[in-house]
Nanobody, 122 residues
Framework: QVQLQVSGPGLVKPSETLSLTCSVS??????????WSWIRQPPGKGFQWIGYSDYSGTTYVSPSLKSRTTISRDTSKNQLLLQLSSVTPEDTAVYYC??????????????WGKGTLVIVSS
């Protein structure tokens, strides 16, 4: 059973940078051809896919968030990292990480982390 745990501050001030970590408990994030996505769900709204880091370290970010988002990884800790800069209250959401066996667009996500609520407020 793959477990993904999202951690990070639950409250971020406007204009600051939101930083989250997704720790993967089983297996390596470098295993072919896994993809690791970040997804969020604002209160009362649908899911929004943010982007991914794949097994090779290649990343892709949704164009709507690309200018403010960095997705990276720490292979020594088996972790995925998300940074979202210049946040506004519209970035308030439950943030998830999830795994795909290959491209998430083709295969969807098979394991999800529990998600963590991040509130952007002064």
């Amino acid at each position: 059973q793959v477990q993904l745990q999202v951690s990070g501050p639950g409250l971020v001030k406007p204009s600051e940078t939101l930083s989250l970590t997704c720790s993967v408990s089983t297996g390596s994030i470098t295993t072919k051809y896994l993809h690791w996505s970040w997804i969020r769900q604002p209160p009362g709204k649908g899911f929004q896919w943010i982007g991914y880091s794949d097994y090779s370290g290649t990343t892709y970010v949704s164009p709507s968030l690309k200018s403010r988002t960095t997705i990276s990884r720490d292979t020594s800790k088996n972790q995925l990292l998300l940074q979202l800069s210049s946040v506004t209250p519209e970035d308030t959401a439950v943030y998830y990480c999830a795994r795909s066996i290959a491209s998430p667009a083709d295969y969807g996500m098979d394991y999800w982390g529990k998600g963590t609520l991040v509130i952007v407020s002064s």
